[in-house]
C-alpha cells in the first residue's frame, strides 16, 4: 500500500515525534495500547449508534479523542470529537444521534488508516529516504 499526499496528513508529525521522543522506549507499546483501546471505542461507537443511544456514544468518543490527539491523529481526534459533541447535546435534548451516522460511518475507514501510518512510522525496520545518517554519505 502506497501512501498518498492526503494519507500523509492524517497524522500532525512534529506532535507524534514529540510524543514518540516523550515515550521512549515505551512508544510502542503504548501504541499497541491505541489499537487494542480504539478498536473498542470504535466497535463501541458502532454499536452505540445502532442503538441509537447518544449516551453509548460519549465516552468512547471521548476516549478515542484523547487517545487520538496522544499520537497526533488529530483528523481522527476532531471526528471523535465531533461525535462526542453531538452525542451530548443528543442526551441533553433526549434526541436520538440519527443526524450523526455519517460521521461514525466514516470513524472504522479513518482509524485503520490512521492507525496504519502511525504503526508504519513506528515499525523499525520501515524503509527510511537515504540521504544522511549514519554511513551514508550526503550528496553536496
Not at 435534548?93 to 455519517?102: G, S, T, V, Y
Request: proline share 5%; with cysteine; aromatic share 6%.
Amino acid at each position: 500500500m502506497t501512501t498518498s499526499v492526503d494519507d500523509r496528513s492524517l497524522v500532525n508529525w512534529p506532535s507524534y515525534t514529540q510524543a514518540r521522543s516523550e515515550l521512549g522506549a515505551n512508544f510502542v507499546r503504548i501504541l499497541g495500547y491505541f489499537r487494542e483501546d480504539g478498536l473498542k471505542s470504535v466497535d463501541a461507537i458502532e454499536a452505540a449508534m445502532r442503538a441509537r443511544s447518544a449516551a453509548g456514544l460519549v465516552v468512547p468518543a471521548h476516549t478515542l479523542k484523547g487517545e487520538s490527539r496522544q499520537f497526533g491523529a488529530d483528523p481522527l481526534a476532531d471526528l471523535a470529537e465531533t461525535i462526542e459533541v453531538a452525542a451530548r447535546d443528543c442526551v441533553e435534548r433526549h434526541d436520538a444521534p440519527d443526524f450523526i451516522l455519517e460521521q461514525v460511518v466514516q470513524l472504522r475507514p479513518l482509524f485503520e488508516k490512521t492507525l496504519t501510518l502511525l504503526e508504519r512510522e513506528a515499525n523499525p525496520l520501515v524503509m527510511r529516504k537515504p540521504g544522511g545518517g549514519f554511513g551514508r554519505r550526503v550528496a553536496v
